[in-house]
C-alpha cells in the first residue's frame, strides 16, 4: 500500500485516475488535482519510448508525469490505451494494490475529433474514420467506467467526472458544423454521466459532466501561431478568441468539483469552466473568469463582435 500521510491541500488522502491525461485538459487537470494533494494517476498513450498514438502529437505521458512533480504533487503517469479492457482491469487492480480505493475518476479521453471531418453528412463523412471516433470518445468510456467503479463505490464520496464539450443546454441542438459523429459523442458523454449519476447514487457517489470553452489547448495553440504568453495576438484574426480560456481554468473547476463536500448536487448534470467560476471562487491563470457558453449566445448568437461588448 502507497503511504498517503505526508500529502497536504484540499483533496490529501483522495486517490484520483485521469484517463486521457497526455495533453490538454487531462494533462492540466492530472496536475491541479495532485497540486490539491491527490495521488493522481495519469495515463494516456504517446509515450516516448513506445512512441507516438494515432494522434500524431509530440506530447507524452512522461511530460505529464513531470508537470505532476514540477507542481509539488505525487502520483505516476502510465501508457494506457483504454480501448483495451485488459490494460484497464491491470490499471484498476494496480490502484487496489497500491491504495485500496479510488475517490476520483476523470474520463477525458478522447482525440477522435483527429478523424473528424467538420462539414459533412454522415453519407459524406469517411465511415472508418467516424466509427473510430465513436470508439474512442464512447467505447474508452464505458470500459474505464466498467473497470474502475467497483473500486470507487468501496467508499462513500466517489466522484466521476466525464470531461466533454459544450453544455446541455448547447448540445440540444443538432452541432451540424461538427457533424454526426462528433455530435453524437458529446451528447453520449452527457447520458452517460445521467445514468452514472443515478447508478452511483445509492453508494454515495456522483458524476458530474464538464466542459472547458474555448480551449488554448496545445494544438489549437499552434493552429493560430501562438503560444500561451502571447496568445491575445490571435484576437487580431480572430476577435472571438478573446474568450479562449486555459487548460488550467477547466482543471481548477474539476478540483473544485473534487474538493467540495456538497458535489452531489451537481451529480447528472453538465457545468462548464465558466459557470463554475464564479461560484466556487476560481480564476484562470491570467485572474480572468471567461464564459465561452455565455459568450456564445450573448454576443456571437447575437451577431456582435468582442469589441461591442467590452470582452477584449
Not at 484517463?19 to 498513450?45: K, Q, S
Request: aromatic letters at 8%; glycine letters at 12%.
Amino acid at each position: 500500500m502507497a503511504t498517503d500521510e505526508a500529502r497536504t491541500g484540499a483533496l490529501a488522502g483522495k486517490v484520483a485516475l485521469v484517463a486521457g491525461a497526455t495533453r490538454g485538459a487531462g494533462r492540466a487537470i492530472a496536475v491541479e488535482l495532485a497540486r490539491a494533494g491527490a495521488w493522481v494517476y495519469a495515463t494516456g498513450r504517446s509515450s516516448r519510448t513506445a512512441g507516438r498514438s494515432e494522434i500524431d502529437r509530440p506530447e507524452t505521458i512522461e511530460k505529464t508525469g513531470e508537470l505532476i512533480t514540477a507542481a509539488g504533487g505525487t502520483g505516476v503517469a502510465l501508457r494506457v490505451d483504454h480501448l483495451d479492457s485488459g490494460q484497464v482491469r491491470d490499471l484498476v487492480l494496480r490502484i487496489d494494490r497500491d491504495h485500496g480505493r479510488l475517490d476520483i475518476l476523470v474520463n477525458d479521453i478522447f482525440g477522435g475529433d483527429a478523424y473528424a471531418q467538420f462539414g459533412t453528412t454522415v453519407w459524406e463523412h469517411d465511415l472508418a474514420g467516424g466509427l473510430r471516433m465513436l470508439r474512442m470518445g464512447i467505447d474508452t468510456h464505458a470500459i474505464t467506467s466498467h473497470h474502475a467503479l467497483p473500486l470507487l463505490i468501496r467508499r462513500p464520496g466517489g466522484l466521476v467526472i466525464e470531461m466533454t464539450d459544450g453544455t446541455p443546454e448547447y448540445n440540444a441542438a443538432y452541432r451540424h458544423h461538427e457533424g454526426f459523429y462528433y455530435d453524437l459523442v458529446k451528447a453520449a458523454v452527457q447520458r452517460m454521466t445521467l445514468a452514472l449519476s443515478h447508478e452511483l447514487a445509492p453508494y454515495g457517489g456522483a458524476a458530474v459532466a464538464v466542459t472547458p470553452g474555448w480551449l488554448r489547448s496545445e494544438k489549437m495553440l499552434e493552429a493560430f501561431g501562438v503560444t500561451e504568453d502571447n496568445w491575445r495576438e490571435a484576437t487580431a484574426r480572430v476577435p472571438h478568441f478573446c474568450i479562449a480560456e486555459s487548460p488550467t481554468y477547466v482543471a481548477r473547476a474539476v478540483v473544485a468539483l473534487a474538493a467540495d463536500p456538497d458535489v452531489a448536487r451537481w451529480t447528472g448534470q453538465g457545468v462548464s469552466s465558466g459557470h463554475l467560476a464564479p461560484l466556487y471562487g476560481f480564476t484562470d491563470t491570467d485572474g480572468t473568469r471567461p464564459d465561452c457558453w455565455r459568450y456564445v449566445v450573448e454576443v456571437q448568437g447575437r451577431g456582435l463582435t468582442a469589441d461591442d461588448t467590452g470582452y477584449r
